[in-house]
């Protein structure tokens, strides 16, 4: 019994080991920030405000939001602030740290390779891994370019001294996140033009997936069902559930027009005719039309998928 039992602890202990080996001293897998620097032109800071404030919703994620309206509406006078998600849908307690030019709280001294590495990579300035609420893995699909481009257009805003503080998510995973970085070594491809792709591309990196993928107990997403919705969200007015993305025609959206897809862009309201408060439609509406259209093109392509979401419930 000794004999089994010592052979018993010497595993747990190999296997304790490997684990300690695998996510803090092999992970998380960093590079050092690349040494770049983004354009300075009107036509950059311009391609960065439209990606920002419209497609990759950093500034609805960086900056404080007013609840009091639908839309996911950020504050303008405090753009880029920082943003504090509390700790009632996460493990931990998450917060967007501030992105102004301020010195002591923001970004003023960081390197444009450091926001970029951050942005693409998961990897703070301190080397610490983010939380991946921060999409980096989806951002890593974006094009030096149009990186930069962001970067130019955050070096725009006013530096505003404000400390959202830190971001403290629980072990273990604080441990499992470690092994998500990965670094890019090239620049990914550009945007694409065909339609579907770009819709694809545009909900990739508008996190689309982050709210409207089902997900289990330990927040990841249900294999199979991409978009079928389900995840609920606390906030002041209540608790929202995103609805079911699929082209499900009973519980998803295989029923709304294009142009009822539309008007949930434009002005945030459902097939049902409520409006929709968590969803940051407030920003959306800001693409082209020749994005929207690519949008509601590739919404068409999700598979259906069954799922009946509660409704949300506001007070």
């Not at 300075?40 to 419209?54: Q, V």
């Not at 923001?106 to 991946?132: K, Q, Y």
């Not at 997900?215 to 079911?244: M, R, W």
Request: charged residues 20%.
């Amino acid at each position: 019994m000794k004999k089994v039992l010592v052979a018993v602890v010497a595993l747990i202990l190999l296997a304790v080991g490997g684990i300690a080996v695998k996510f803090y001293a092999l992970s998380p897998v960093a590079r050092p920030a690349p040494d770049v620097h983004a354009p300075t032109s009107p036509e950059a800071i311009a391609r960065g405000d439209y990606l920002a404030n419209h497609i990759t919703g950093c500034t609805t994620c960086h900056s404080p939001i007013d609840d009091t309206v639908p839309g996911d509406v950020f504050i303008a006078s405090r753009i880029g602030a920082g943003r504090d998600f509390g700790s009632e849908e996460f493990p931990g307690t998450v917060r967007a740290p501030n992105l102004t030019p301020d010195k002591e709280t923001g970004i003023g001294n960081r390197t444009d390779g450091e926001i970029l590495r951050a942005m693409r990579e998961g990897i703070a300035h301190d080397g610490h891994v983010m939380f991946p609420m921060m999409p980096y893995t989806s951002y890593a699909n974006l094009s030096d370019e149009d990186a930069l481009d962001i970067i130019a257009y955050v070096r725009t805003f006013k530096p505003i001294k404000n400390d959202p503080g830190p971001t403290k998510i629980d072990f273990p995973v604080s441990m499992f996140i470690r092994a998500v970085p990965k670094p890019v070594e090239k620049s990914p491809p550009p945007e694409p033009t065909e339609p579907v792709a770009r819709g694809l591309w545009i909900m990739a990196n508008a996190s689309c997936a982050e709210c409207h993928d089902t997900i289990d107990d330990k927040h990841q997403p249900i294999p199979g069902k991409h978009l079928a919705g389900g995840q609920h969200f606390t906030f002041s007015k209540g608790v929202v559930y995103a609805p079911n993305l699929t082209s499900d025609k009973a519980t998803g959206i295989g029923a709304y027009t294009d142009e009822e897809l539309m008007r949930v862009f434009q002005e945030g309201i459902g097939k049902d005719g409520r409006p929709l408060w968590v969803m940051p439609w407030a920003a959306l509406k800001g693409q082209t039309e020749e994005d929207k259209r690519a949008v509601i093109a590739a919404l068409r392509t999700i598979p259906p998928v069954t799922n009946q979401v509660p409704h949300s419930q506001m007070h």
